[in-house]
């Protein structure tokens, strides 16, 4: 896997465009010369910048994750709105531009990645989907062009060969699987039954899921791997009544309003078994299902606290937010990509990149965009802590630390926060 890009870091910080990024110890490359991967990059880096920093978001409008889609268009629109009030980005106003992603079961990802690269963006925000993001990753990172998701959580992305173009805010599933293992067992049960759509979000969860159950000493007495388009979910659903199972784990996206139905018709309920949710499914079902429902029901979503301030910033962006679900990391991600490329001197894909890692650990502490902007300006080495919570990126464009939030549901079948749990990747 190519991580050169992430070993560039600016001998002196340059807050103005058009300055070429200089490589920490590289000299000059003479014509014809073989120079090192971090070298070459970071020349072409320097040459492809246009001056204006461009993103595009690709954010479900439409499918199976439509309903995580106005909180993440509002966190990127609000980092974007406050980055130009605070003067842009190497004295440029950052350029937005917006598209749908859909689901995996549509082609709209795609046109709209066409649409994204034809108007010469140099970052993409998205998808929320891990499928989606597996559609486009090459699309995207093989233009040159950094993505950078608020909340892919397939592990299958730590190790993805993408140039050293792909980032995410978002921790790995092996976080949240272990969180929701342990909280399973925690609430005393030990034999347990999973229901996981099947694509790679359902594949990774339900393997980090059952790791750590069993690691709790626990055991998954029934796996059903089920398609999120079937037209109803009896057979599965009997399978996990036939299991005698303590509690269920249900990872999925929109089809959760159909299974959840079929749990209470065949007697296992969350009334009946407690249920856990995960974050492709959990969400207000208050216009969805009967009042009680869900009463006692508990999930998982990756995220730290999200303060009053914040919300209160994001609802005067959209005042019909009802949920703010992947916000912080969407306005995050914003933010890392403004101080990348004030960092690197240089509004192109490659040289963000090759200063993503940099501006996200290791220096002086910073909150917001105007404080981290002027200690760079001031020649200093930051370390960008955000709303979402630390996003320190490793070499792999993962973060290494986050935190996971405990929810659970009450009889109007609406969420709330019980715990945080933090950890390391």
């Known amino acids: 896997m190519t991580r050169a890009l992430r070993s560039v870091r600016s001998v002196a910080v340059l807050g103005v465009a058009g300055l070429a990024l200089t490589a920490c110890g590289g000299g000059d490359s003479e014509a014809g010369a073989e120079a090192s991967p971090s070298e070459s990059s970071s020349s072409s880096a320097a040459a492809a910048g246009d001056g ?18 106005p909180p993440e268009f509002a966190g990127v629109q609000l980092a974007v709105d406050e ?6 980005v190497n004295d440029q ?7 749908d992603s859909g689901d995996d079961k549509t082609d709209i990802a795609s046109q709209s990645v066409d649409r994204l690269l034809g108007e010469d963006v140099d970052a993409i925000v998205g998808a929320a989907s891990s499928s989606v993001s597996k ?25 993805y060969d993408d140039g050293g173009l792909y980032f995410r805010t978002a921790p790995s599933d092996v976080l949240q699987g272990r969180v929701l293992g342990d909280q399973v067992i925690a609430d005393g049960a030990l034999d347990v039954a999973v229901m996981a759509l099947d694509d790679d979000y359902g ?26 388009a079937a037209s109803n979910y009896s057979a599965e659903v009997a399978e996990v009544a036939a299991a005698g199972a303590e509690a269920l784990v249900l990872i999925g996206f929109d089809e959760t309003k159909r299974i959840v139905p079929e749990l209470v018709n065949q007697g296992i309920g969350p009334a009946d078994l407690p ?22 029901a508990k999930g998982t979503l990756p995220g730290a606290e999200t303060t009053t301030d914040f919300r209160d910033r994001l609802l005067a962006v959209d005042p019909a937010l009802k949920d703010f679900s992947y916000a912080p ?36 502490k910073c909150a917001t965009f105007t404080e981290c902007r002027d200690l760079l300006a001031d020649g200093e080495d930051i370390d960008y802590d955000g709303v979402s919570g630390p996003v320190e990126f490793d070499g792999k464009g993962d973060p290494t630390e986050a935190t996971i939030g405990i929810y659970q549901y009450g009889a109007d079948n609406k969420y709330t926060n019980l715990d945080y749990r933090a950890g390391s990747l």
């Open 275 to 296: 249920l856990y949710l995960v974050d492709g499914n959990l969400a207000d079902y208050s216009a969805d299902f009967q009042p009680g429902t869900l009463e006692g």
């Open 52 to 69: 204006t920093l461009t993103i595009g978001s690709l954010l479900p409008q439409t499918g199976s994750l439509a309903f995580l889609g």
């Open 93 to 99: 106003q950052v350029a937005y531009i917006t598209s």
């Open 329 to 364: 990391e969407s306005y995050d991600a914003v933010v890392l990509l403004a101080l990348s490329a004030i960092a690197a001197g240089d509004d192109s894909g490659t040289a963000i990149a090759g200063a993503m890692e940099d501006v996200s650990g290791g220096g002086t």
């Open 203 to 228: 594949a990774g969860l339900l393997e980090n899921v059952k790791t750590s159950i069993e690691a709790g000493g626990g055991s998954v007495v029934s796996e059903q791997v089920y398609d999120p």
């Open 135 to 159: 559609l486009v990753i090459d699309k995207i990172t093989g233009a040159g062009v950094l993505q950078i998701s608020p909340a892919n959580t397939s592990p299958d992305f730590t190790d």
């Open 83 to 88: 980055i130009n009030e605070a003067g842009g």
